[in-house]
């Protein structure tokens, strides 16, 4: 009997599902299809019926979660908005690590990434991931560039120190929040961090920089 487009989808995410809980709990390397044909519920063929391979499904389950790290911003023209370049990454960047410090699914695949170790069997993925950070990278300096046409970004920063500076600082502190057991507060003490790194980027009229006597 056929299976319909909905069973083949359920089907499908089930897979998914259980591949992510199974990379999480055990490993990439460790885990195999016949592990997450069982956590599934489904035949080995099943997944074959929908993936070629472990690799496969790491980077479906890559591209279906827009993997935190590299999709910080919906980046968005902040000139339609009335809002200026700065304080709109600023913003989504805080907006993100109060997602972060929530999302069970978002803290087990940036788990799941910094517990693998990417062997030549998972190269597309790194690839993948590289080919993604350089975009975002790219809109982000574009956004960061116009911020300096206005005269918005203070003379000691460049739109590719910026860059650099906001993708270090957000890694290392959700890593560290991550891997050092999630002592600390990612919302408040994470998004303090930030705002004051995009204190650091603004450049104030004369008029706010001092305060007259």
């Avoid at 592990?35 to 496969?56: E, L, M, N, P, Q």
């Amino acid at each position: 009997m056929r299976r319909t487009k909905a069973e083949a989808a359920e089907t499908r995410a089930a897979i998914l599902d259980a591949a992510e809980k199974m990379f999480f709990e055990k490993g990439v390397g460790s885990s195999t299809l016949d592990d997450i044909a069982a956590a599934a519920g489904v035949t080995r063929g099943a997944v074959y019926w929908h993936f070629s391979s472990k690799t496969d499904i790491f980077l479906e389950l890559y591209n279906v979660f827009r993997l935190p790290l590299l999709n910080m911003l919906e980046l968005r023209d902040p000139s339609c908005c009335g809002v200026d370049a700065l304080s709109m990454i600023e913003d989504a960047a805080c907006e993100w690590m109060q997602v972060m410090a929530t999302d069970q699914q978002r803290q087990r695949m940036l788990t799941i990434l910094l517990r693998t170790n990417f062997t030549e069997e998972f190269a597309p993925i790194q690839q993948a991931m590289r080919e993604l950070e350089n975009l975002h990278n790219s809109q982000l300096e574009a956004i960061l560039q116009r911020a300096k046409e206005n005269g918005r970004l203070a003379a000691g920063w460049t739109p590719a120190s910026a860059c650099h500076a906001v993708k270090w600082m957000i890694k290392g502190i959700c890593w560290d929040w991550l891997l050092g057991g999630r002592n600390f507060d990612l919302d408040s003490e994470g998004c303090g961090c930030v705002r004051k790194l995009f204190a650091s980027f603004r450049n104030l009229p004369p008029s706010c920089a001092s305060t007259p006597v």
